[in-house]
Nanobody, 124 residues
Framework: QVQLVESGGGLVQAGGSLRLSCAAS????????MGWFRQAPGKEREFVAA????????YYSDSVKGRFTISRDYAKNTVSLQMNSLKPEDTAVYYC?????????????????WGQGTQVTGSS
């Protein structure tokens, strides 16, 4: 059974940085897509970034490109999201997601497994 556990959320002033981590377990993730999504109150879940576990591409939404960086650590089986220059509009619950697949997707429906989420709050 795949398990995803996020950590690293918190409160940060506008312009600050946070690093989220997603610990993945339960299988090997070769040819898996790993993604970060976020959901603000009253809004739909939104794609943030994705990476193909076994050496594929990296993809970002336009709203975070140039500020956020997704990365993976094969030894630790983690996927991280480094968030810089945070804005109040980045405030949301951030979710790690995974599914089999060698290509990326920005649709939440394309992901089978989800973490419990971690709150990120950017204050103005």
């Amino acid at each position: 059974q795949v398990q995803l556990v996020e950590s690293g959320g918190g409160l940060v002033q506008a312009g600050g940085s946070l690093r989220l981590s997603c610990a993945a377990s339960g299988r090997t993730f070769t040819r898996y897509r790993m993604g970060w999504f976020r959901q603000a109150p009253g809004k739909e879940r939104e794609f943030v970034a994705a990476v193909i576990w076994s050496g594929g591409g990296i993809y970002y939404s336009d709203s975070v490109k140039g500020r956020f960086t997704i990365s993976r650590d094969y030894a630790k089986n983690t996927v991280s999201l480094q968030m810089n220059s945070l804005k109040p509009e980045d405030t949301a619950v951030y979710y790690c997601a995974a599914s089999p697949g060698g290509s990326w997707s920005k649709s939440p429906d394309a992901y089978n497994y989800w973490g419990q989420g971690t709150q990120v709050t950017g204050s103005s």
